[in-house]
């Protein structure tokens, strides 16, 4: 992994992450913003931590174009702060997980392409918080295909994977190949390089990202299978976690009762038992998206109550509030769209 000089400053950014966690929307604000039109949102985030970016590009936007600009903003805001307060191989930690917004970014352009978005449309949902250049983001946005797309990836940490999963994509012309193949890039780099010989900083890191990691394959392979295609989910299996190996994978996202068996007997069993709950009772794929996002979360937050002066506050928080973005993001796109509440409702995920 890459290496900083120095000390790690734990104390000082932990505790800084503790009062930015406090800020967060809770479970009652996003009741509140359900039933809010547009306007009311914007108003309610003005009387927020958002209050800042609403102010500065309230006089360009309006309604939901200035709810998603004041959030990507909002959002990268707090993570540069983290890069800016961290010292040592923190710093590298951290950044090298920020680097998830490279993937988030890379595949917001695959699926504008593929559903025939405009540019403006995929821009507003980028989040500049990783570190492909402004320049290569042009690029990307400017790109008139998928195949250009991958090409203008090529000598990045996605292109070999692309490169691999674009025959997949047009034999099946469904998106699952390729944005699998981003998300294996992103975790295999997060995880590759790890020290064989931890520190007990280390150690809470890698288990951190082994559990990302177990978490991304069950849903990946779970897309995989309900999509339809002839697509073998071990093809995509990401290495680097501790739960699954590609054989058991493949077995199990056809099953599941015995993969929710499989998590609840795992070394995440005894954290987990209320969102594995969640897991057993979800009856759509959606559902079971949303039930394994809140698992992880908890299970982020086991972690950091565990080990309060370590990465895990710090990883656990760039979760929430990740999070916390994509919730207000699908309250105003609900409202916008007309949707009822309970509809929204189902949209979100709240711990």
């Not at 306007?39 to 709810?67: K, P, Q, W």
């Not at 290569?136 to 090409?151: G, K, M, P, Q, T």
């Not at 000598?155 to 994509?169: I, N, P, V």
Request: charged letters at 35%; aromatic letters at 10%.
């Amino acid at each position: 992994m890459s290496v900083t000089e120095g000390s790690s400053n734990y104390e000082y950014v932990t505790a800084r992450v503790r009062s930015r966690r406090a800020s967060l929307f809770d479970e009652d604000d996003y009741r509140k913003l359900v039933r809010m039109g547009t306007g009311e949102i914007a108003r309610f985030m003005e009387e927020s931590e958002y209050e800042e970016e609403m102010n500065a590009l309230g006089s360009r936007y309006s309604g939901v174009d200035l709810i998603e600009y004041a959030l990507n903003r909002n959002l990268a805001k707090h993570f540069d702060d983290l890069l800016r307060w961290a010292e040592g191989p923190l710093y590298g930690y951290i950044a090298r997980y920020l680097r998830k917004f490279d993937a988030w970014n890379v595949k917001t352009v695959l699926r504008g392409i593929y559903s025939g978005a405009d540019r403006q449309a995929v821009e507003d949902d980028l989040i500049e918080a990783g570190e492909i250049s402004d320049e290569r983001l042009d690029r990307l946005l400017a790109a008139e295909s998928i195949e250009e797309v991958v090409e203008l990836l090529d000598r990045t940490m996605f292109g070999d994977g692309l490169e691999a999963a674009y025959d997949d994509y047009e034999e099946t012309d469904v998106l699952v190949p390729l944005e699998n193949a981003v998300d294996r890039a992103f975790y295999e780099n997060l995880a590759g390089d790890l020290p064989a010989d931890p520190n007990r900083a280390e150690e809470l890191y890698i288990e951190f990202v082994r559990a990302e990691i177990d978490f991304r394959n069950v849903l990946n392979g779970l897309r995989i299978a309900r999509s339809g295609v002839d697509i073998d989910p071990a093809d995509y299996f990401i290495e680097g976690g501790r739960l699954f190996d590609p054989a058991e994978l493949r077995t199990l996202v056809g099953n599941m009762d015995e993969l929710v068996a499989r998590v609840r007997d795992s070394p995440y069993g005894d954290d987990l038992s209320a969102a594995l709950d969640r897991l057993e009772s979800a009856e759509s794929l959606v559902e079971f998206e949303h039930a394994l996002d809140v698992a992880l979360l908890e299970y982020s937050d086991k972690l950091s109550n565990r080990y309060p002066l370590s990465i895990c506050p710090v990883l656990a928080y760039i979760l929430a509030k990740e999070r916390e973005v994509e919730n207000i993001r699908a309250i105003a796109r609900g409202q916008e769209a007309g949707l009822d509440d309970e509809r929204i409702e189902e949209e979100l995920v709240i711990q």
